[in-house]
Every structure is written in C-alpha cells, then in structure tokens.
C-alpha cells in the first residue's frame, strides 16, 4: 500500500508556471506506475500524464502535450508534474495516483488504486 500528498498548487497568471509534487510513502515507490489527473468543478477527473515505474516511458493527454512535463525521482519517492505556459483552463484540482506494475494505458481514472488529496491550481486570465 502506497500513501501520496500533493503540494505545489497556487494561483498564477496566464503563461506562467508551476511544479507540483507527489510524496509517497513505503519503500516500494519504484514499483508503481504514476499518474497525473486533475478535476474542474462539475467536471469528470481527466487525465493529465502518467509514467512508468523508472521514468523510461511517459505518456500525456493531449491539451497538456508541449506544456506539462511528468517526470519522477525514485530515491526522493517523489513525482513531479510542470506545468509550463498555463493557460486559464487549466484550472482545476490535480490530483496524483498509482498502481503497483506496469500497466497498458494508465489514462483512465479505473487504472489506479491509491489517490492523493489533490491541490488546487488557478490560472487567472
């Protein structure tokens, strides 16, 4: 079992940028595959990015593709998410997320077993 808290959100204007982070507890980070969703209000939790267990291998949704980098330090158990060039419908609360192995996709909410308590990003216009 994995335990995840994210930090790093804000308010930022336009264009600008943020890292967020995404402690995990246990010894056993680098076997997880983990992910990047976020969540406007009244809106369904989408996908946002996702890596494999040693960062060989990422893969992103397409709104956030050239902008947002997702990238992860094994021996810190950290996973990180710049985001860069924001834009005001990237607001949202960002969530992170794992799954213990490998996995096919990793861009459905139904891929991953464990959740963070997410972090609130506002990007004002």
């Known amino acids: 079992q994995v335990q995840l808290g994210e930090s790093g959100g804000g308010l930022v204007q336009a264009g600008g940028s943020l890292r967020l982070s995404c402690a995990a507890s246990g010894r056993t980070f680098s076997s997880y595959t983990m992910g990047w969703f976020r969540q406007a209000p009244g809106k369904e939790r989408d996908f946002v990015a996702r890596i494999s267990r040693r960062g060989g291998r990422t893969s992103y949704a397409e709104s956030v593709k050239g902008r947002f980098t997702i990238s992860r330090d094994n021996a810190k158990n950290t996973v990180y998410l710049k985001m860069n060039s924001l834009k005001p419908e990237d607001t949202a609360v960002y969530y992170c997320?794992?799954?213990?192995?490998?996995?096919?996709?990793?861009?459905?909410?139904?891929?991953?077993?464990?959740w963070g308590q997410g972090t609130q990003v506002t990007v004002s216009s």
């Open positions: 997320a794992a799954v213990e192995g490998g996995i096919d996709s990793g861009s459905s909410v139904d891929d991953y077993d464990y």
